[in-house]
């Protein structure tokens, strides 16, 4: 598991890799919110595309980065989430803090 | 009815055994051919159940888990995930969504995904002796022409 952050403008964009569970999600947890932190974006965008497997920490991640992003003023967007992950995050009602955009609707 | 094939596993509950816990189930349940949803249903269900263990049950310890998976003739696959851990005061809470004993990033989700990506879940559990979560998935008929 793994986490590339981009930076372009105002915008901070985190790309997932891997494999989310409990055990891999601390060191990822930390690195996108000490980028948030220092850069202090105005949009955080996670992006799901080459995440192969989430579990209900995926959630928890999600949630805490929107706390974090919230702090500075930053709004929050999943991206290119896939059916089975989708499935994960209708159960929390993430779809209340976040815009969450499908890989069919990116494509499309 | 009698179990087609069976799979044991015994395992210590350190964080690093959940993709181990869930892959290795996978590819047993792989000899039946599920489909692809299917198969990720299986694989995240039991990831929170193994990861329950890995949180819940043996506190800052490290215990043991014992996963046996089996499926029967009629494409019914039942998973057991086993803990000797300190056993959960309250099921009834204890699986309501949103709900979490410890805070922090924990989503309070782990029964809520069990239960909506299988068949059936069942939990049973003994204060002081631990805590048996019993997964349930039927697979659907596969047509092989």
């Known amino acids: 598991m793994s986490v590339r952050i981009e930076l372009s403008e105002d915008k901070l964009i985190a790309y997932l890799e891997g494999e989310l569970d409990h055990h891999a999600a601390p060191p990822i947890r930390q690195q996108i919110d000490e980028a948030i932190l220092q850069h202090k974006p105005k949009k955080l965008i996670i992006d799901f595309e080459a995440l192969s497997f989430m579990d209900s920490s995926g959630i928890g991640l999600v949630m805490g980065r929107y706390k974090t992003a919230s702090e500075v003023g930053a709004t929050l967007t999943v991206q290119n989430i896939s059916a089975q992950v989708y499935k994960v995050m209708r159960l929390s009602g993430i779809d209340r803090i976040a815009v969450i955009k499908l890989k069919s609707q990116m494509r499309g | ?145």
């Open chain 2, 1 to 145: 009815m009698k179990a087609v094939n069976q799979i044991k596993l015994t395992l210590p509950s350190l964080s690093a055994n959940e993709g181990f816990a869930r892959v290795a189930v996978g590819a047993f349940v792989s000899q039946l051919d599920p489909t692809v949803d299917e198969l990720a249903d299986i694989k995240t269900a039991v990831s929170e159940a193994v990861t329950n263990c890995a949180v819940h049950a043996y506190g800052d310890a490290i215990g043991t888990i014992y996963i046996i998976a089996e499926y029967y003739s009629d494409r019914t696959v039942k998973i057991k995930i086993k803990d000797k851990g300190c056993g959960i005061e309250n099921i009834e809470q204890a699986m309501q969504p949103m709900w979490s004993s410890l805070g922090g990033e924990r989503a309070g989700l782990g029964f809520a995904v069990m239960q909506s990506f299988t068949d059936g879940v069942k939990v049973r559990s003994v204060l002081g002796k631990g805590t048996t979560v019993t997964l349930k998935k039927v697979l659907s008929q596969r047509v092989h022409i």
